[in-house]
């Protein structure tokens, strides 16, 4: 992070990510295709926030399990120079 002094101008990039695992696994997925094809190559990403989390339900008349996670987060990234 940076310092407390510093006022450091920010983009913020809101992505959507899943997992067939966990919400962990949605948020780890998510961040590492951050870099991927030629997006955002112009930005250090330097932290994120979960703003939601949601998924949906396997109901099997005996059990309920979670079945499918998904987060949406907010990844701040500064400019390189």
Known sequence: ????????????????ASSDNSFDDAVKQGIKELKKGKFHQDLKFVSYEVVQLQGTIKDTEKSCEAEFYQVVLDVAGVHKH
């Not at 407390?4 to 990039?13: F, G, L, T, W």
């Open 1 to 16: 992070m940076h310092g407390s002094k510093e006022n450091v101008h920010q983009d913020v990039i809101r992505i959507i």
